[in-house]
C-alpha cells in the first residue's frame, strides 16, 4: 500500500538521511562483493588472446573491436573494483555508481 502511496504522491515524501546511506553502503559492498568474486574466479585472465572467449567475442564483434575490448577489459575491471570501494565510503557516490555500472559483467559491453 505504501507504494501506491508513494507513486500518487509523485515519490515527494521524504525519508531520513541515514536509510539512504545505509542503501548506498549495502549496494557498494555487494558490488564489490561481486566484483572481487569474479576476479577470484579467473576473471582477470578471461579474455587471453588465445582462449576461447577471445576467439568466440572476434567471431561476434569483429576482430579490430575485440581487440580493443580485450586490451581495455583488464583497465576496466580495476576501475569498477575501485568504484566499489567509492561508493561504499561515499565518495562522488554518484560518479562512483557510474563508473560501477559500466560494462555489467559482459565482455562485449564494454564499448
Not at 35 to 63: C, I, P
Amino acid at each position: 500500500m505504501w507504494f501506491l502511496d508513494a507513486i500518487t504522491s509523485g515519490f515527494s515524501t521524504s525519508t531520513s538521511e541515514s536509510r539512504i546511506q545505509y542503501f548506498r553502503i549495502i549496494i557498494g559492498i555487494a558490488c564489490f562483493a561481486k566484483f572481487s568474486l569474479a576476479l577470484l574466479n579467473k576473471g582477470w585472465y578471461r579474455l587471453e588472446k588465445d582462449g576461447y572467449t577471445h576467439y568466440s567475442l572476434q567471431r561476434r564483434m569483429g576482430v579490430e573491436q575485440a581487440d580493443l575490448i580485450t586490451a581495455t577489459y583488464r583497465s576496466v575491471m580495476v576501475i569498477r573494483l575501485l568504484a566499489s570501494i567509492a561508493v561504499i565510503c561515499g565518495i562522488a557516490p554518484r560518479i562512483s555508481a557510474l563508473l560501477a555500472w559500466i560494462h555489467r559483467g559482459n565482455p562485449d559491453r564494454v564499448c
